[in-house]
């Protein structure tokens, strides 16, 4: 069953998603109401209609915390919010989508954390838990969640357009 499951998952987020020309070579733009830094300490607060944009990749946010203490593409973004909000266009323009409370955004791995009340959709489907992690680079995602609480998983069939 297990195996199952796994299968459409993978079939159901892979199908050769990257972006036209990598997001994740672009420049990260960050703009937001308030911005407090140290640099120093190398981290960075923005406050109030944070918007992160790097390609076709969006995330929305009350809140942004980047330590970028490890060096220059290692930073780790996290926002938060109620909810944050994800999206980009993959390769075909499939969008993908997401929201949860929080998300961490490890810059070095590609890869989101999605925490609380977290979901994902992409071509139709949704993937919703208590935490959600999501590879970028390769597509790929594991769900989990707590308290007695179960994964959900909707698969919308694709429909044919009669001519």
């Known amino acids: 069953m297990k195996t199952n499951l796994f299968a459409a998952l993978l079939i159901l987020f892979s199908a050769s998603t990257l972006a036209a020309k990598p997001d994740h070579q672009l420049p990260i733009s960050i703009n937001a109401d308030n911005t407090q830094a140290s640099i120093r300490d190398n981290t960075a607060v923005y406050v109030d209609n944070v918007e992160v ?5 969006l995330i929305k946010a009350d809140r942004l915390e980047i330590n970028a203490s490890a060096g220059k593409g ?18 075909g323009e499939r969008p993908v989508t997401a929201q949860a409370n929080e998300i961490r955004y ?3 791995s590609r890869t989101l954390t999605l925490t609380t009340d977290a979901e994902l959709t992409q071509s139709g489907s949704l993937v919703r838990g208590d935490i959600i992690r999501y590879n970028l680079e390769r597509q790929e995602l ?8 179960r994964v959900t998983t909707i698969f919308t069939p694709e429909t044919k357009e009669n001519p």
């Open 53 to 57: 944009r790097q390609g076709s990749l």
């Open 74 to 91: 290692q930073e780790i973004f996290i926002f938060s919010g109620t909810p944050v909000t994800y999206s980009q266009l993959l390769d």
């Open 106 to 108: 490890d810059i070095a």
């Open 142 to 149: 594991t769900a989990g969640s707590e308290q007695n609480r």
